[in-house]
Nanobody, 119 residues
């Protein structure tokens, strides 16, 4: 059973940085796509960034491009989201998600980690 667990959220001031982690277990993830999504209060969940677990091209939402970076730990099953120059509008619960490369939908989700950016 694939399990994802996010960590690293917290309360920070605008302009600060945070790094979120997503620890995965339960499978070999070389053929998975991993992504970060977020959901702000009263809003729909939205895509933030994604990458193949084995590396390759990354994709970002326009709202975070140039400020956020998705990366992975070569030594283990951990994916990161480095968030720089945070803005109050980045406040949301951030979720890690994964799917096999041939799947259209993300089948596996973490429980989420809250990021709050104060102005």
């Amino acid at each position: 059973q694939v399990q994802l667990a996010e960590s690293g959220g917290g309360l920070v001031q605008a302009g600060s940085s945070l790094r979120l982690s997503c620890a995965a277990s339960g499978d070999t993830f070389s053929n998975y796509v991993v992504a970060w999504f977020r959901q702000a209060p009263g809003m729909e969940r939205e895509f933030v960034a994604r990458n193949m677990w084995s590396g390759g091209r990354t994709y970002y939402a326009d709202s975070v491009k140039g400020r956020f970076t998705i990366s992975r730990d070569n030594a283990g099953n951990t994916v990161y989201l480095q968030m720089d120059s945070l803005k109050p509008e980045d406040t949301a619960v951030y979720y890690c998600a994964a799917r096999r490369i041939y799947r259209a939908d993300y089948d596996y989700w973490g429980q989420g980690t809250l990021v709050t950016v104060s102005s």
